[in-house]
């Protein structure tokens, strides 16, 4: 018999554990390094120096635990896997339940910036993607993005939620809108952020049919294709060779996820949010079960169908999608654009995002 209880829980960090982490760091063995354009090779070893010497001597797990725990936090299992969320009512009489999906390297640290506003309209309901962090790691493999739809659909029905809404962005953005084909008798809409597959050209369109934005986002697209997926393809093919270092190496994990943040970010992103989100890697040893989701992508057979469900997009300075193409499957009826912001709009532009997601749920459904 399924369990479907849902229990409380709350981030309890031995402090052997953070023990263990600090003489890790103070024995870390350094790379060296080329000569030549910070960033052309990887991240560079001064960067990743100072900002590890902060971990270890200025950043406080502690506060950033309790800041967690003030948050409503729960586990249940789902189709054989647990499942860690934070789930926070509004307290407006009319406020629609709304799921929060992140992506990688992300967690549901990134959205502690928007918590508080969007709450005055929407439950919020953030899962931790099953095999990251507190819900990882995964026991068995499959769990593709299909079938973590499904187990949100599950995990909505479980708490009582009838009618929602969702928003993700990165792989959230691939999730949300495949909860939308999942459970579509449920789902108001769907609105994302960094999308690409099923959002962007994955040819080379004729330039004479571009705007001068939208040209802007394929020479991003090819430039990331040709010089910036080499994570990807070791993620999608290899990663439990990759596991071993970062679960063993705290400075081989930070860089891994800082090269991305670099990267991929418009907007500063402050060193405390990103070390307490490469912290719920480290701490739960969970960078190989994560790094599956890209494997599990690159081999499934669950391909995305075209959706009836209306869904919103908001594409940051540093997004790709285009509309033409992104109408192609998906029922677009709202299309943002900004001039700021990146891949993480939660953390470099949560009110820009905030409004947006509003905006969006007003035109389907409450507020």
């Known amino acids: 018999m399924t369990n479907e209880a849902i229990t409380p829980f709350r981030i309890d960090v031995p402090q052997a554990d953070l023990d263990n982490l600090h003489r890790r760091l103070a024995a870390t063995r350094w790379a060296g390094q080329l000569p030549g354009s910070p960033w052309e090779r990887g991240v ?19 506060k950033h635990e309790a800041e967690l725990n003030n948050l409503p936090q729960f586990l249940t299992e789902i189709d054989g896997q647990r499942i860690h969320f934070i789930h926070v009512r509004s307290g407006a009489p009319d406020a629609l339940p709304l799921l929060l999906s992140h992506g990688w390297p992300g967690s549901v640290v990134e959205f502690l910036d928007v918590i508080d506003p969007l709450t005055e309209s929407f439950h919020l309901v953030i899962p ?22 499904k187990a949100y659909a599950q995990l909505m029905a479980r708490l009582g939620y009838d009618r929602y809404g969702v928003q993700g962005g990165d792989w959230g953005a691939f999730i ?28 080379s369109p004729d330039d004479d ?77 969970t960078a190989g079960s994560a790094a599956n989701i890209y494997y599990e992508a690159m081999h499934s057979t669950n391909w995305p169908t075209p959706s009836s469900v209306p869904t919103g997009v908001a594409v940051f300075a540093e997004d790709i999608a285009i509309r033409r193409y992104a109408e192609q499957n998906n029922a677009i009826v709202h299309w943002s654009e900004f001039d700021s912001g990146g891949h993480f709009a939660a953390l470099e532009s949560p009110d820009l995002l905030v409004d947006d997601v509003r905006t969006f749920f007003r035109t389907v459904g409450r507020p």
């Open 128 to 149: 931790s993607i099953p095999g990251f962090a507190f819900s990882g790691p995964t026991s068995e493999p499959g769990w593709d993005i299909h079938r973590i739809a």
């Open 209 to 285: 049919d571009l705007t001068e934005a939208e040209k802007a986002r394929v020479a991003r697209r090819d430039r990331f294709q040709s010089d910036g997926n080499g994570y990807f393809q070791i993620q999608a093919t290899r990663p439990q060779t990759l596991a071993y270092g970062l679960t063993d190496s705290p400075v081989g994990q930070l860089a891994w996820i800082v090269e991305k943040f670099h990267e991929w970010s418009d907007q500063p992103i402050s060193r405390d949010r990103l070390l307490t989100n490469v912290m719920l890697y480290w701490l739960t040893g």
């Open 44 to 62: 560079p070893v001064d960067h990743l120096r100072e900002l590890a010497a902060y971990w270890a001597d200025g950043y406080d797990w502690r």
């Open 176 to 203: 949300a809108p495949e909860l939308g084909r999942v459970d579509p008798s449920h789902v108001v809409g769907v609105h994302v952020n960094a999308a690409t597959m099923g959002f962007i050209p994955f040819d």
